[in-house]
């Protein structure tokens, strides 16, 4: 089990912004696609975006132009920075790594799991 650790997390006023991380440890998955996924009280776990390099990125529609994910091989972490936050952002905030190298929306096909990072966004 490659464990994933995010951080980044916290309270930040509508509008704001935040920077999330997903540090894993052990093997590279620098070839392996990662995503991050959310997760609000009550709602289903929800696909947010997910790449192995740039050019295969998707996101969801909710946080397109908004959302960046981005990784640095070298250090072996994800990230996903986050503008113009929504009350509607507020979530638990995981992120997930394939065995595979093509990214996908469900969280099904991801194998390892981090244990979330909360965001709170208040208006």
């Known amino acids: 089990q490659v464990p994933l650790v995010e951080s980044g997390g916290g309270l930040v006023q509508a509008g704001g912004s935040l920077r999330l991380s997903c540090a894993a440890s052990?093997?590279?998955?620098?070839?392996?696609?990662m995503g991050w996924f959310r997760q609000a009280p009550g709602k289903e776990r929800e696909f947010i975006a997910a790449?192995?390099?740039?050019?295969?990125?998707i996101y969801s529609d909710s946080v397109k132009g908004r959302f960046t994910i981005s990784r640095d091989n070298a250090k072996n972490t994800v990230y996903l920075q986050m503008n113009s936050l929504k009350p509607e952002d507020t979530a638990v905030y995981y992120c997930?790594?394939?065995?595979?190298?093509?990214?996908?929306?469900?969280?099904?096909?991801?194998?390892?799991w981090g244990q979330g990072t909360q965001v709170t966004v208040s208006s």
């Open positions: 052990g093997q590279s998955f620098s070839t392996r696609a």
């Open positions: 997930a790594a394939r065995l595979r190298a093509d990214p996908s929306r469900y969280s099904s096909d991801y194998a390892y």
């Open positions: 790449f192995t390099r740039s050019a295969d990125t």
